[in-house]
């Protein structure tokens, strides 16, 4: 037999210390548990070593000396959740109930005290973190304590350390849900404002957080919850049954199947697991609970999904705080940008640069009232920011005063960047940039957001083409974080280096493209919707064509998206690939069709809710499809004979033009593919991006012969 493999060590980074104190006007101690960690940046991360800490601090504390426990954490964390360096061990060697059930021992202890128990939320409490929190009676915090959340679906798992049945129990099944499973997929948490609303913490008092003092303001409200339970008030035990006859139990639990289903398609097991667990926990108990919990937690954790998430969120981790290929040329100050046209695009560009790097802007468009217009629509942008509470009436002002509007090109001339959103024509942007090359200094830099053209072409008629580079931010631009920069054949190093550290300012995730035709979003998104409007072309149900994806749980059909950026703007792409890509890219006489009528929408809508024949198209959109189809009967021969059939194209043409990107080193490796599709498409995190999700389907060994990640 050979001998089992070495278990690599996971030393603890948290520190338990445990000390006691008299509350004011009590008589008895309470046994403070004081939580660090030796990390930068003071995370408390909670793996085997450290959960063996704090199991034999709790144990080690006298019960019949003490009137409570109280744990808190430190500034920043009260518990950033478990450490998935040994969660990634446990997929490669399959142990990881060992470790779920130390939490639930640890934890535990807490929960069977036979004295009240209180958490301080210091700073943020995530995952494991939170799930510690709800194994107290108690749970207090401060307006600034928070991410609070359980973001674990997202990873591919569950809470597996008993959010399951605690939080339903304290907040309604409801809204635990929501917590557990909805926000999860979206990477949504909780501030401690909410989380009071919602019953997750007791109270929020002004306090300060930290180690060195436990604010007395937070001593006086723990005093007073003992005072109470001295006069005989009961005593609220974490997965106490208050909420078991609660009859709208069963109405969430079936509502969030629904939703779940719906929504991911069966692509992603974690939610539906996690669905199943808060519905049994209307009955069992949290050990019962428990144990079921470990059990399914193991499984899922070694699965293809979860080892694909994890990778995922490791790589959007990492790259978001170090992006890869920044030349190490020295980034050009910017103290001043301005940005050409005045349109949506150009209006939103100006307010995220003016936000984000508190800089001048200057906009300009050669129509004055569109110019006046635009300006203002920009502003507004702050003001209606600051109506939300995201910041200050003042600083809206201040922001807003940074937006002008250009009275003439002398207003350009000191600009150290130069962004175009205008039109996308190539002919159209190189007259912008051959003009506004006349204007401003010979080291100012050009950027473009164009969204699939060259930038190279758009270069070589200019003096110095080695300023010119890609800055293709993505709609809606508030939200999405992927910033594309595209380094056109002369793009000269200054110019990339200056692009990524303003992207970095602007808080935006950079990937390094090299010039080609869609860079990377688009022409991955522009390959499935060819390979679906083919197929509804040739003949395929439309409806069936249009949820043939589905099973890959993307965030959009490819019609939705198609009404979402507009069929003119998608159009436009799709022939910009066409020409470069013939022989994988085709004309959709549909599509055609559909831009020269002018539509914005194919699908129904409310102002539009009419439908064709088929019942699922828009009436205008289906008489186009009818007349089409009927003008190109020889297109019916190309008809896949299912939607599974449609499936495994999609899936194979995918592996065939990422394939196809990486030979001509568009980007370094299928790391970048994937981080583009995360941020810049909202792929999710149970695809991997999207080149796991073709390695495990088979279609990169049957398109390429090779899967895109070895391990």
């Not at 350009?412 to 159209?428: C, G, K, S």
């Not at 593919?673 to 941020?679: A, G, S, Y």
């Not at 498409?681 to 695809?687: D, E, G, I, Q």
């Amino acid at each position: 037999m050979a001998p089992a493999p070495h278990a690599p060590s996971f030393p603890s980074t948290v520190t338990v210390a445990l000390e006691q104190l008299v509350l004011p006007g009590r008589h008895l101690p309470v046994a403070l548990v004081r939580l660090d960690s030796t990390q930068p940046g003071g995370l408390i991360i909670w793996g085997s070593e450290a959960l063996g800490q704090l199991r034999d601090a709790l144990r080690s504390v006298d019960q019949s000396a003490v009137e409570a426990i109280v744990v808190t954490g430190n500034a920043r964390s009260f518990g950033a959740g478990a450490d998935l360096k040994e969660i990634r061990h446990a997929q490669l060697s399959g142990v990881s109930d060992s470790y779920v059930g130390l939490g639930h021992e640890a934890f535990g202890i807490l929960a069977d005290a036979e004295v009240p128990t209180f958490s301080l939320l210091t700073g943020q409490a995530l995952g494991g973190g939170l799930e510690l929190a709800l194994h107290t009676d108690h749970r207090v915090a401060h307006p600034r304590t928070g991410p609070l959340g359980l973001p674990e679906c997202r990873l591919g798992f569950f809470p597996g350390w008993g959010g399951v049945h605690l939080l339903p129990h304290l907040v309604g099944p409801a809204a635990a849900l929501r917590i557990i499973v909805f926000d999860s997929l979206r990477g949504r948490h909780v501030k401690a404002q909410e989380a009071h609303e919602l019953g997750l913490v007791d109270v929020v008092l002004d306090a300060a957080p930290g180690t060195e003092q436990w604010d007395p303001a937070w001593q006086q409200w723990v005093a007073g919850r003992l005072d109470a339970i001295d006069a005989g008030e009961p005593r609220r035990r974490p997965g106490a049954p208050g909420r078991a006859e609660d009859p709208e139990w069963q109405e969430a639990v079936d509502q969030a199947r629904v939703r779940a289903e719906r929504t991911w398609h069966g692509a992603a097991p974690a939610p539906l697991v996690a669905i199943d667990l808060v519905a049994d926990a209307r009955t069992e108990s949290r050990t019962e609970n428990g144990a079921k919990a470990v059990a399914a937690f193991a499984e899922l954790v070694r699965g293809d999904v979860a080892k694909a998430s994890l990778y995922a969120f490791e790589l959007v981790s990492s790259r978001s705080r170090r992006p890869a290929d920044v030349p190490e040329a020295a980034p050009k100050p910017l103290r001043k940008a301005a940005v050409i046209g005045a349109g949506l695009m150009a209006g939103q560009l100006a307010s995220l640069i003016a936000g984000g790097a508190r800089i001048p802007v200057v906009m300009t468009d050669l129509d004055d009232e569109r110019l006046a217009a635009g300006v203002a629509r920009t502003r507004e942008r702050f003001t209606a920011q600051a109506a939300k509470g995201r910041i200050t009436p003042e600083q809206a002002e201040q922001l807003g005063g940074l937006i002008t509007g250009a009275s003439g090109p002398e207003d350009l001339a000191d600009a150290d960047l130069v962004i175009e959103a205008v039109f996308e024509d190539l002919d159209v942007k190189k007259a912008v940039f051959a003009q506004w090359e006349e204007v401003v200094r010979p080291d100012t830099i050009l950027a473009t957001n164009t969204s699939s053209l060259s930038v190279t072409a758009m270069a070589e008629d200019l003096r110095h083409p080695e300023r010119v580079v890609g800055f293709h931010v993505f709609n809606p631009v508030e939200v999405t974080p992927l910033l594309e920069i595209v380094a056109g054949e002369r793009t000269g190093d200054v110019a990339l280096a200056t692009a990524f550290d303003l992207a970095a300012t602007l808080r935006r995730t950079a990937v390094r493209v090299q010039d080609a035709p869609g860079f990377v979003v688009n022409r991955v998104l522009t390959r499935l919707f060819d390979v679906v409007v083919r197929a509804v072309d040739a003949g395929t149900d439309v409806a069936a064509a249009d949820h043939a994806p589905d099973p890959l749980g993307l965030p959009m059909t490819p019609l939705r998206l198609l009404d979402f950026v507009g069929p003119a703007v998608l159009h436009h792409v799709g022939a910009t690939m066409q020409q470069a890509y013939p022989e994988r890219f085709a004309r959709s006489p549909w599509m055609d069709a559909v831009v020269e009528a002018g539509l914005t929408h194919v699908l129904p809508t409310e102002r539009d809710p009419e439908t064709g024949a088929d019942g699922y198209l828009a009436a205008e959109a289906a008489r186009l499809l009818e007349r089409t189809r009927a003008e190109h009967p020889e297109l019916a021969a190309h008809a896949p004979a299912s939607a599974e059939e449609l499936l495994v194209r999609i899936q194979d043409a995918l592996a065939e033009e990422i394939g196809a990107m990486l030979t001509e080193g568009v980007v370094a490796g299928p790391e970048d593919v994937d981080l583009c599709m995360i941020l810049g498409a909202n792929y999710p995190f149970h695809l991997g991006g999207i080149t796991p999700y073709l390695d495990r389907t088979g279609a990169a060994e049957r398109v390429l012969g090779r899967r895109f990640h070895q391990d």
